[in-house]
């Protein structure tokens, strides 16, 4: 059997398509590749630019300096424990809240999915937000990187069209027949058949937790509860770090640590990006098909 020619045009396209394909992913691995590069090289080489792809002077003092700093590796504890208890007490409310909205016997159902629609489109703002925090008195504690905000109405929407798509209402009066209560279904039936849609409101509130400064920004003074975006933003912005205002560091390298600064914001970025980069893997397969079938909304 003679092999059908792959016209010439198409092949042209196919070609064009990889190289657009092969530039437009240099610019996003180049940037991780020379970060990486940075953090270990050494400060000259940092600082006088002759870091470029691979190390120059191989150093990991900003990687010393961030993990025998109290402060900054606090900071790492801090996110990982803001982002741990988002991803459950959120993961869990939008899994509950999702699959209330998507049964047709729902008291109310459509006006509370109308309700939570207008905050999409409307919100309190930011000094109303800030005046309910600070009345409910979380204000400088950890509770106001973890409830303001824990559960997002995109989300809430995109998981109550995955169970309306996914779990048909049938299945429920069959379950209600064999004596299943709401609850039983939803624990034993609904949750173990919603993996994909787990797995991308596990992924997607743990980075934007991960990945969150403002709140810190605006609700904490406490530098003990800073999360390690807000102590990196504080370095970025400053390019500045002063090892005196941290306990167990030797004052009299302030001169070599200030020399460091520079250096030092590439390994938190590093450090910050590495929790994400290990995660996707693992949720790939179901973030893609949790997206997928929840992507259209109803």
């Not at 992924?203 to 920004?217: E, M, Q």
């Not at 999360?227 to 005196?244: C, E, G, K, S």
């Amino acid at each position: 059997m003679r092999e059908l020619k792959e016209p010439a045009g198409d092949r042209s396209l196919n070609a064009l398509l990889v190289v657009i394909l092969g530039l437009f992913s240099l610019t996003i691995i180049y940037p991780l590749i020379y970060v990486a590069s940075a953090s270990v090289s050494s400060v000259a080489a940092v600082n006088s630019g002759e870091v470029w792809l691979w190390p120059v002077g191989f150093s990991t003092n900003a990687y010393d300096a961030v993990f025998n700093s109290p402060l900054l590796f606090r900071s790492i504890l801090n996110s990982l424990f803001y982002s741990l208890m988002v991803i459950l007490i959120g993961t869990f409310a939008t899994m509950a809240g999702g699959y209330a909205l998507s049964r047709k016997d729902m008291p109310g159902r459509n006006l509370f999915t109308f309700l939570f629609m207008v905050t999409m489109l409307f919100s309190g703002g930011m000094i109303p937000t800030y005046l309910v925090v600070r009345d409910l008195g979380l204000l400088n504690t950890v509770w106001a990187m973890i409830l303001p905000g824990v559960v997002s109405v995109w989300q809430l929407i995109i998981t109550r069209t995955f169970f309306a798509q996914t779990i048909p209402h049938e299945l429920l009066e069959s379950a209600r027949m064999d004596g299943a209560r709401d609850f039983t279904f939803f624990f034993r039936i609904a949750l173990p058949l919603s993996v994909p849609i787990i797995a991308v409101n596990m992924l997607l509130y743990g980075v934007g937790t991960w990945n969150s400064w403002f709140n810190g920004l605006i609700y904490l003074t406490d530098e003990n509860l800073y999360p390690l975006q807000l102590a990196m933003r504080n370095i970025l912005v400053t390019n500045t770090f002063d090892p005196a205002r941290m306990a167990g560091v030797d004052p009299t390298r302030i001169a070599e640590m200030q020399e460091l600064a520079g250096k030092l914001k590439y390994a938190l970025i590093v450090i910050a990006s590495i929790p994400p980069l290990i995660a996707y893997p693992f949720v790939q397969k179901h973030f893609v098909k949790g997206m997928m079938i929840g992507s259209v909304k109803g």
